[in-house]
């Protein structure tokens, strides 16, 4: 069973950073795509940043490019979000999701079969 659990939320100053992590079991991941996206009360899921876990290939959304850096660690089966230079439109919920093919766009939910529960980051201004 797929298991995804985010970490690394919390409250922030603007022009701040956090790093959020992504630990994903129950089975080997290589060959899909991991996503982040984030979702603000009242709004709809928002596209982060996804990665290939086999090549690294690498897709951001617009409003955090340049400022938000996806990585990953194959061996202990990690994602990570670094952001920077955070804004308070940055405050939202964190998600982690699995399992979008990787000759999909990789940036609407509906193509990612697994989801983590969350992680709240709040950006003060």
């Known amino acids: 069973q797929v298991q995804l659990v985010e970490s690394g939320g919390g409250l922030v100053q603007a022009g701040g950073s956090l790093r959020l992590s992504c630990a994903a079991s129950?089975?080997?991941?290589?060959?899909?795509?991991m996503g982040w996206f984030r979702q603000a009360p009242g709004k709809e899921r928002e596209f982060v940043a996804a990665?290939?876990?086999?090549?690294?290939?690498?897709r951001y959304g617009d409003s955090v490019k340049g400022r938000f850096t996806i990585s990953r660690d194959n061996v202990q089966n990690l994602v990570f979000l670094q952001m920077h230079s955070l804004k308070p439109e940055d405050t939202a919920v964190y998600y982690c999701?699995?399992?979008?093919?990787?000759?999909?766009?990789?940036?609407?939910?509906?193509?990612?079969?697994?989801w983590g529960q969350g992680t709240q980051v709040t950006v003060s201004s």
């Open positions: 999701a699995a399992d979008a093919p990787p000759n999909s766009l990789w940036q609407t939910p509906h193509e990612y079969d697994y």
């Open positions: 129950g089975r080997p991941f290589s060959g899909y795509v």
């Open positions: 990665i290939r876990w086999s090549g690294g290939v690498i």
